[in-house]
């Protein structure tokens, strides 16, 4: 706990002797929050506000920390002032589709991210995009858009590839999902998700022993992860073993 105090009032020091550095500043929070220090968090990114309003990545932060803290009046808030400020910016429509996700506004937050996402093609506006189609029940529409986004010259991205799999997984598109996991084996994939989607299309195929193989595998490096989970309840009971599957 010490050190840990002396490593903060280090970085504090060192954020004082930089007041004009704001991306200084940032580092400090990012510390300050992986240790707990809300309140420390909070005044930094006041005192880099004060200082550097037009800085966004402060801004970001300090609209997540309104919504860690439930404030979600004063995110939308925070939006509208930065609208004012950056109205083609596409970081503004991104925080507005998290705060309308935190609110459950599903197709709110998604017209939001669509925004976002014509301003700024980056996966990450795409992901979200997609998940807050998911989750406003729009699946199919949601593994339209993603599918066409990665068919555009997007194909080399892991994140994408995952949600798309298993979007597709979910809608039982088995051939699709299998090419799509099959790809992302070919990249070199080790993750979870990946390995517990390969063996159900094992699965299918009745290749046991190497449905077996990626079930472990998922199962090893993720235990409490949920596919890896589903993945070895599906290869016990298919193994002719569903009562050791459902325990």
Known sequence: AGD?????????????????????????VKFQLATNDVDGARET???IEARDPGFLP???????????????????????????????????????????????????AAV???????RDQTETHAIALFTALHRSGDLDGAIRFLQGWVNSGNS????????LAAGLLALERY??????????QALGVDD?????GLARMKIRAGDMVSAKVHAERAYALAPTDVAALDAMGWLLVHSNDSSAGLR
Not at 63 to 72: C, I
């Open 58 to 108: 402060a801004q970001e932060s300090l609209l997540a920390l309104e919504l860690r803290e439930g404030k979600a009046k004063e995110a939308l808030a925070r939006i509208v002032q930065l609208r004012e400020r950056h109205p083609d910016a596409a970081i503004v429509d991104r925080l507005h589709g998290d705060v309308l996700m935190h609110s459950v506004d599903f197709a709110a």
């Open 4 to 28: 840990r105090g002396r490593a903060t009032a280090t970085f504090r020091e060192l954020s004082a002797q930089e007041e004009s550095s704001s991306d200084r500043s940032l580092r400090l």
């Open 192 to 196: 979870p998700l990946v390995l517990a």
């Open 45 to 47: 990114l006041l005192r």
């Open 112 to 118: 939001a991210y669509r925004k976002a996402h014509a």
């Open 156 to 163: 080399g991205l892991t994140p994408a590839h995952k949600a």
């Open 175 to 184: 051939d699709q999902a299998r090419q799509v996991f099959q790809k992302l």
